[in-house]
């Protein structure tokens, strides 16, 4: 179950005219859908569920809100997610349910062939978030993990004498270790493949963007500087 967060009647609304939009027979209006949902939100939301592997999910534990201001969008958050990165293999890219943005992904990705728009878009944030240092790469995954988990440690203590169970800080440091030494290093490229299987991401390559011979993913580029891109064909 999900909760909708807005006036209950206009909510509920809006909410319907999302759905309408989305289940339209035949080509859908993806310019309709663009003007209720925050779509390159929505697209994030997805890919950091299915990279994570959260189980209890998306028929489960999700919210979703609406500014009520005109032209507010629909965008949906993550919540109760203790069911993520625990299954190096977990394949949520073809395995989830077909509810609230479920639904969506699956009408926009995959009935009748989906949606061109988004299905390019999404690739291309598939491609900015598990390539090139993106924010699901295993080094910046296992850097902010790290990071979190030395400003929570002491905490643990009293946590694991609250809940007990076996739950120590032992046990804790334990599960950090098999996330940085495991479950990150791996899981990146099992997601990719899992993208490639389905059909939402290509064996291509991607070709590189090459400032003065070096590779570049954003930041700054100097006057005069030389434009190049390589790639492996295809």
Do not use: C
């Not at 209950?8 to 310019?31: H, T």
């Not at 077909?98 to 491609?127: C, K, M, W, Y």
């Not at 978030?129 to 400003?151: C, K, M, Y």
């Not at 809940?163 to 804790?172: H, I, N, P, V």
């Amino acid at each position: 179950n999900g909760n909708i967060s807005d006036d209950a009647a206009a909510g509920a609304v809006a909410w319907n005219q999302l759905f309408n939009a989305v289940r339209q027979r035949g080509n859908i209006d993806y310019f309709a859908v663009q003007e209720i949902l925050d779509v390159p939100q929505f697209i994030d939301y997805m890919i950091v569920n299915q990279f994570g592997g959260n189980r209890d999910w998306p028929h489960n534990n999700w919210y979703a809100t609406k500014g009520r201001e005109p032209g507010g969008k629909w965008r949906f958050h993550t919540w109760d997610a203790e069911f993520s990165l625990r299954d190096l293999n977990h394949n949520l890219v073809s395995g989830y349910q077909a509810v609230a943005s479920g639904e969506i992904l699956q009408r926009l990705t995959i009935t009748n062939g989906g949606v061109p728009e988004f299905r390019r878009a999404f690739g291309d944030a598939l491609h900015r978030h598990l390539f090139n240092g993106g924010l699901l790469t295993p080094q910046r995954n296992i850097d902010w993990v790290n990071e979190t988990a030395s400003q929570f440690e002491r905490a643990i203590v009293g946590e694991s004498a609250r809940w007990g169970r076996g739950s120590t800080l032992e046990t804790w440091r334990a599960r950090i270790a098999w996330l940085t030494g495991t479950y990150f290093p791996q899981r990146t490229n099992i997601v990719i493949n899992q993208y490639r299987n389905a059909g939402l991401y290509p064996n291509t390559v991607a070709p590189s963007l090459l400032i003065d011979g070096t590779p570049q993913f954003g930041g700054d580029v100097f006057a005069g500087a030389q434009l190049s891109l390589a790639g492996s064909g295809g």
